[in-house]
């Protein structure tokens, strides 16, 4: 069965401060996707990232990166210089095991609450 | 930019009734997914489907049903609510391929008295 772990359940850091997400997961299939989405306080999931289980190419996107590695199944999110409005819940999320269809759901980790003191 | 729309914020249901939640998204998308989330848990896949009264059971499916008459439209039925399924209930919808990222709707939050 796929499982996908997110150890930190919350994380308090002040603003400007750097600080990193972890991620591990499981699974057998050999392609798989991985993505991380934000949560707010408003309560709307919003998409950050997807990475193919091929792609091993870090990724940074202005103050966010994500260093993905296949060799300890690990695909973490760093926010440099953090920001109050980074404060939210951070879910890091894996494709469904391929069953041969179009769709499959995804396996959520039980997220990371990020505090961010002003 | 995709919109997925449900059709409650907040819901408050007693013990026994029949509810529905709606989901519309005006993208086209083939694939509509039902997760709850609950604290401590994440989110847990309900049902999903990828066409047309074509649906799939995820992960914790008991108690629930589906359905998807209309391509943009997915309804998640609680055919007798019970207080463990007081949560918050997140649609989302998915271009037809495992790569495309799901876009989620606001969620609803019910509440079975």
């Known amino acids: 069965a796929q499982k996908v772990t997110q150890a930190q359940t919350e994380i308090s850091v002040v603003e400007k401060e750097d600080v990193t997400l972890d991620c591990v997961y499981e699974?057998?299939?050999?392609?798989?996707?991985l993505f991380w989405y934000k949560q707010p306080p408003s309560g709307e999931l919003v998409f950050l990232i997807r990475?193919?289980?091929?792609?091993?190419q870090n990724e940074i996107s202005g103050r966010y990166s994500w260093n993905f590695q296949k060799s300890t199944s690990s695909f973490n999110f760093t926010i440099t210089a953090s920001q109050v409005v980074d404060s939210a819940v951070y879910f890091c999320?894996?494709?469904?095991?391929?069953?041969?269809?179009?769709?499959?759901?995804?396996?959520f980790g039980k997220g990371t609450h990020l505090i961010i003191q002003p | 930019d995709v919109k997925v729309t449900q059709s409650s914020r907040y819901l408050v249901k007693r013990t026994g009734e029949k509810v529905f939640l709606e989901c519309v998204q005006d993208?086209?998308?083939?694939?509509m997914f039902w997760y709850r989330q609950d604290p401590g848990l994440g989110l847990r896949l309900i049902y999903f489907?990828?066409?047309?009264?074509?649906?799939e059971k995820g992960d914790i499916p008991e108690g629930y049903s589906v359905s998807r008459e209309k391509k943009e439209r997915f309804s998640l039925i609680l055919e007798s609510a019970s207080t463990n399924q007081t949560s918050m209930y997140l649609c989302?919808?998915?271009?037809?391929?495992?790569?495309?990222?799901?876009?989620f709707g606001d969620g609803t939050r019910l509440s079975i008295l």
């Open positions: 999320a894996l494709s469904g095991e391929f069953t041969g269809g179009g769709a499959d759901g995804l396996t």
């Open positions: 699974t057998r299939d050999t392609t798989y996707y």
């Open positions: 990475r193919n289980s091929f792609d091993e």
């Open positions: 993208m086209d998308h083939e694939n």
């Open positions: 489907s990828y066409d047309v009264k074509m649906k």
């Open positions: 989302a919808s998915q271009l037809g391929r495992r790569d495309r990222p799901q876009h």
